[in-house]
Structures are given as C-alpha cells and as structure tokens.
C-alpha cells in the first residue's frame, strides 16, 4: 500500500470514528426519550456492513490488524472499536426481541389455554431480562466512548504529518467540538501546531497547494497573512496561488502582476525554490499569452 493511500484511509478511519460517536450518542438519546427503535440502531451496527461501526471494525482490522508497521496505539484502538462492536451488537439484539417478541395482549387471559397462559408469561419474563440489559448496556456504553474518544485524540496526533491532517481537522471543526467539547479541542491544537488556529490555516492552506486547490489555499493563505503580518513564507504563498488561480481563470494580465509580485519578493529563496521555478515557467506561458491579448485588442481597434 502506498504511502498517499495510508494516508487517506488514515483520514476516513477518524471520520468514521466520529460518525459512530455521533450515532451513539444519537441512539443514547433516543433511549432516554423512550424512542429508540431496532430501525435506528441500524444505522450505528448491523452484521451486514452498512453501518458505521461495522465499517469502522473493518478499517480497523484492514490497517492494523496484520500489520507489522501499525503502532501500539493503533493496535489497541482496533481491540477497542472491536469491543465496541461486539457490545453493541448485544444492544442490538436486546432492542430487537424488545421490539418483535413483547407479547401482544389483544385479548383476555381468561380466553387463553393454561400451556398459552404459561409461554406468554415466560417470553415476558425474557423480555424484561432483555429490557434490564439494554438498560444496563446503554449506561456502559458511556465510558466505552470515553476511551474511544481519547483514544480518537491520540490517533489524531499520531498522523500529525498526514498532509491530509490540517485540512480534515479545519474543515471538521465543528465536529471535532462536539466530540471533544471545546476545551479538549483546543488542548489537541495546542499539541499539535504551537500557534493553534493560525498554524492550523496555514497547514490546511498548504494541504490545498498540495493537492492543486489553488482557490482554497489562497483564501487561506490571505487570512494568515492578515492574522500575522511577520509570516512571509504565507504572504508569498498567497501571491503563488492567486498567479495560477487567475491563470486558470484565464485572467492572464492578473496573473502575471502576483507572478512578478512573488518572484520580487525577498526571503527565503532556498525554501521557496520549487516554487520560484514554478512561477518562472508560469511566467513565460503568461508572457505569450499576454501578447496574443494586446494583439487580439490591437486588431479589434
């Protein structure tokens, strides 16, 4: 497997990761509301893998399970989703009897056989046992998502260079939030990038460069350059990716003053090499292309 595919199966474990959450929680809620039913708890486990934690199980086993490479951590988070599952799926099964097997009184005891009198009671026996369980595997599955969630955090700085990281963790804020509250966000962006939110931009901005979303990055790449005026490397970041966003926009003139711009700029030119070069090709394609627009303008005059 290559690296860029580790990466973003890395990335879809955490956001299936944090589907399960959500749908537990979910189904948490509707219990204590007295509406949970066999349909909904679907859609957090099945044995027929088009659930969330079934699909997280599978990730987990898929990476790490056979691997000689998978870390300690990622190791026992699959022993952990696995428990999860297997837990879970008693939840399920609990449901599912509640739901379907409950006797039915539609009619008068008095009208039933003793031998139908004795079975109706001792599935309503069972049924209150399954009752007990679910009540009692709903309130374990409490500190179960406590462990995954902090678990969840440390996979998270683990693949701290996953270029792919920044992004997934900028775009998902809101997400990661809610499963780690505020505090627990905050304290992760601290580990992870020394200046939080501003660190977190220009890393999510580079992951777009990277990946050749040249108007996303330089949105961000702008808003970092505002948030800190002594960040050179995002300021000429931000006149690289406006030159090839209006090249691709077929703006050629406005491309070709950030181009000049950025070549122009002081700093460091050993670190911006590759990009320096970029715009020098850049520069001679805008160079020819400028021409045939002041031609095209001269012959319409």
Known sequence: ???????????????ESICVFTKCMECRDLYREGSLGFE???????????????????????LFRNSDEASYDEKLYDITVGYIFHEAMKLRENLYQIEYYTPKYGVDFHELTPLE??????????IQKADKRLREG????????????????????LYKNNYLIPRFIFENEKALIKVFGKKGFVTLLRDMYRDGHVLLMF????????????????????RVASLD?????AQFLFMYTSAFYFYF????????????????????????????????KLSKALSGEIKKVKKAQGDLI
């Open 1 to 15: 497997m290559n690296r860029s595919n580790i990466e973003k199966k890395q990335i879809d474990l955490i956001k």
């Open 40 to 62: 909904r708890i679907e859609d957090l486990v099945d044995d027929k893998g088009k659930s969330c934690l079934f699909r997280l199980k599978e990730m987990c086993h898929d």
């Open 117 to 126: 009198n004795k079975i109706v009671h001792e599935i309503g026996m069972l």
């Open 138 to 157: 709903i309130k374990e599955m409490k500190p179960l998502l406590n462990e995954l969630i902090e678990q969840m955090k440390g996979l998270i700085r």
């Open 203 to 222: 890393k999510a901005a580079h992951s777009y460069l990277e990946s050749e979303y040249h108007e996303l990055a330089r949105d961000l790449f702008r």
């Open 229 to 233: 005026k002594k960040n050179r490397q």
């Open 249 to 280: 926009k077929n703006r050629p003139i406005r491309a070709q003053s950030y181009t000049e711009k950025a070549l122009a700029m002081p700093g460091d030119h050993h670190q911006w090499a590759v990009y320096r070069e970029s715009l020098k």
